[in-house]
């Protein structure tokens, strides 16, 4: 208990940062949905997705092999740091030097050839990113979560400083014509949408500079040990990049394919109309997402304070004992914050203040299920990181991957956006159960399915007695008391089932 008591520290830690940071981000999102159109939210969502996927592409999975060699080779951790970073650094570089040169024609691909700059600015942003992840990394490993947490803050509190003066005080004081030497130096109108990624750009930049002093150069270029964290890393490429494909790859999808559709039915004039329409449903579907970051947000401060967890507790005795207690509180975290968000997402639409974008809210409780299903498969992938069958992982995450591509592929004509949330939670349930049968095999842990079930049956029933009200209209006393009772019912029954063990720990 005392090690899991840890654990939980360190996600309180973690989570209290990722959930501030994360909530002030997401306080962004009514900011865009006023100054933006949806065509133009639509944009960020778009070039956003591509961030996640080539974050991923440019760390190759070394943060998770720069773990597990900093345990199991403990005396030779200098130099997997600088190795790390030696290999990380390299291939950054090469990245922003491909991206420049090609960058009209990656502009041209994307249908914005008029802004090859943010092809160049998004290049900056993702290395700078990836390079940073592994000081991050190490922090996490050091269990230096006030640092990683302190850190992470600042970025965010940077990013949301700028958006804030670019586009309230500059954009007003232009409009209005009280401009100044500062109003006019730094803005202008035409870059609109661009001051979104010049501050995440700026935002980078001052994290990657906090965090280079620790960056250590000490140990010598070693390229056996390269050869070897990068064997064991490549799988994880695969299981990172069919993670942001699952996750992202449904919004690229959504554009084009009702870019195509909208032309070839008639329901747009010309290409520029059929354009405009594809981002605005992109724009109400990427708006409506955001509300499921919250459980996103718990999953992401979960994995930042178990991955090293776990890895240096691999040798206890009792490791696959605490790996099941774990999965058996995560699930109730989990299932708790489903049924908050879903009985009262009349109140947290409001986090999008346009009620435009409204429209969209049938999809939050699947993208939310999916969430859930997203996180007990990353409590669950643990396994083949332990036992290092990481290849497993890889053949999970593409078996995810051909899901998400065929349902998107077959439904986005006919059902539009909803068919990309369901794909999402059919994707993310079959990865969660196939890792279960898996690692059973392999790495045998004593989960507590009953528990497990009796909480998800529980939730579903709750979720299922509310469904009778609409989210998208307000409600009346009555029926908060209602959604109240409901929660508490869920809280009494959690009680009653762990109070035995709590009674148990105290003796």
Known sequence: MSSIRKLINQTAIYGTSSIIGRFLNFLLTPLYALQFTNEQYGIITEMYAYVAFLVVFLTYGMETAFFRFSTTNKEGKINIYSNTLYSLITTSIVFVAMATIFSQNIADWLKYPNHKEYIIWFSLIVSLDAVSSIPLAKLRLQEKAKKFALVNLLNVGVNIFLNLFFLIYCKEAYENGHQNWITENLYNPEIGVGYVFISNLIASVIKFGV??????????????????????????????????????LDRAMLKSILFNQYLENGDAKNSSQALSMALSQNGIYGANYKITMIVSMFIQAFRYASEPFFFKNEASKNSKDTLAKVMNYFVVVLVFTFLVMTLFLHFFKYFIPNAEYWSGLKVVPVLLGANICLGIYTSLSIWYKLSEKTIYGAIISIIGVLITLLINFLFIPIYGYEASAYATLFCYGSMMIISYLFGQYHYRVPYNLKKIFLYFIAGGLIYWLSLDFD???????????????????????????????KLKIKK
């Open 211 to 248: 965090l280079m002093p620790t960056m250590s150069f000490k140990g010598t270029f070693d390229f056996t040990i390269l050869k070897q964290m990068t064997s064991y890393a490549a799988p994880m490429l695969l299981v990172g990049l069919a993670y942001v494909v699952n996750e992202t």
């Open 471 to 501: 989210a998208s209209i307000n409600y009346n006393v009555e029926e908060y008391g209602f959604h109240v009772f409901l929660l508490v019912c869920y809280i009494v029954l959690v009680y009653f089932v762990e109070r035995p063990k």
